[in-house]
Nanobody
Framework: QVQLVESGGGLVQTGGSLRLSCAAT????????MGWFRQSPGKEREFVAG????????YYTDSVKGRFTISVDNAKNTVTLQMNSLKPEDTAVYYC???????????????????WGQGTQVTVSS
């Protein structure tokens, strides 16, 4: 089992920045890939960014490219999502997720992940 705990959400104005962290505990060695997802009211949960634990290879959905940066700290078992130039449409609950098996292609669907955090709210005011 892997436990994930997100932190760092909050309220920010348009153009501002937030830094989300996801701390992984438990059997973290079984995790190969980490992803950040977000969900707005009435919408499906969508993939935002992903990263491999070992090689730190990253992937971003088009809407956040150039604004968000995902990174890993293997020593601390932490994945961070730095969010800059935030827009009102970035408002959502943000979740981190862990996948055990090494993916062949970037996993962008909920079912492709094995463990989830409880989520942290990000609100961007206009």
């Amino acid at each position: 089992q892997v436990q994930l705990v997100e932190s760092g959400g909050g309220l920010v104005q348009t153009g501002g920045s937030l830094r989300l962290s996801c701390a992984a505990t438990g059997r973290t060695f079984i995790s190969s890939y980490m992803g950040w997802f977000r969900q707005s009211p009435g919408k499906e949960r969508e993939f935002v960014a992903g990263i491999t634990w070992r090689s730190a290879t990253t992937y971003y959905t088009d809407s956040v490219k150039g604004r968000f940066t995902i990174s890993v700290d293997n020593a601390k078992n932490t994945v961070t999502l730095q969010m800059n130039s935030l827009k009102p449409e970035d408002t959502a609950v943000y979740y981190c997720a862990s996948r055990r098996s090494r993916p062949i292609v970037v996993p962008k669907k909920e079912y492709e992940y094995d463990y989830w955090g409880q989520g942290t709210q990000v609100t961007v005011s206009s």
